[in-house]
Antibody
Framework: QLQLQESGPGLVKPSETLSLTCTVS??????????WGWIRQPPGKGLEWIGS???????NYNPSLKTRVTISVDTAREQFSLRLTSVTVVDTAVYYC???????????????WGQGTLVTVSS | DIQMTQSPSSLSASVGDRVTIICRAS??????LNWYQQKPGKAPKVVIY???SLQSGVPSRFSGRGSGTEFTLIISSLQPEDSATYYC????????FGQGTKVEVK
């Protein structure tokens, strides 16, 4: 059974860089042609797709965050990572990682999800 | 950008009731529409994908309909464990989610 687990600092200072890692277990990231994505949810609010990476390294980012986001993959470690630069308080959210079968413009959904990790931006 | 609008924002219904949640897209998205269930403190789980396909393991009381710009999630006989917030999501453009519908079971 595929499982995803987010890890990283729970507190980041304003203007600094948020870095999170998602570790995949239960199956190889390269065993099938899946995308691996990041989604966030500010406390008490809705969900926002941040970006995704294909196992080959192809990336796709939400245009609203594109200038600040980098997603990378390390298939040897079965991990993919998120970097979000120049964070402010509005970046405070629970960050989830998830798998999805295809790129946008098709039948595409997130499943499964990691449990999520709260990142607070505060000085 | 595609906007996804859900209605109502919240509802309260009794066990056994039929519940309908509506999701409208600001432009046609064909049938590229998913529904997620999120319980407090938990990650969302997909219940319906591609507008009407039931995710494996999800009870058959959940169903989805629609195409183009209007979609519905139906819970045919509401159960206590269905208390959650439900989100629609388009997969036509860049995965925009609706604002959510909170379902309370009386």
């Amino acid at each position: 059974q595929l499982q995803l687990q987010e890890s990283g600092p729970g507190l980041v200072k304003p203007s600094e860089t948020l870095s999170l890692t998602c570790t995949v277990s239960g199956d190889s990231m390269t065993s099938s042609s899946y995308y691996w994505g990041w989604i966030r949810q500010p406390p008490g609010k809705g969900l926002e797709w941040i970006g995704s990476i294909y196992y080959s390294g192809f990336t796709n980012y939400n245009p609203s965050l594109k200038t600040r986001v980098t997603i990378s993959v390390d298939t040897a470690r079965e991990q993919f990572s998120l970097r979000l630069t120049s964070v402010t308080v509005v970046d405070t959210a629970v960050y989830y990682c998830a798998r999805h079968p295809r790129d946008w413009g098709s039948d595409n959904w997130f499943d499964p999800w990691g449990q999520g990790t709260l990142v607070t931006v505060s000085s | 950008d595609i906007q996804m609008t859900q209605s109502p924002s919240s509802l309260s219904a009794s066990v056994g009731d039929r519940v309908t949640i509506i999701c409208r897209a600001s432009q046609s998205i064909s049938r590229y529409l998913n529904w997620y269930q999120q319980k407090p403190g938990k990650a969302p789980k997909v219940v319906i994908y591609a507008a009407s396909s039931l995710q494996s393991g999800v009870p058959s009381r959940f169903s989805g309909r629609g195409s183009g710009t209007e979609f519905t999630l139906i819970i045919s006989s509401l159960q206590p464990e269905d208390s959650a917030t439900y989100y629609c999501q388009e997969s036509y453009s860049m995965g925009t989610f609706g604002q959510g519908t909170k379902v309370e079971v009386k």
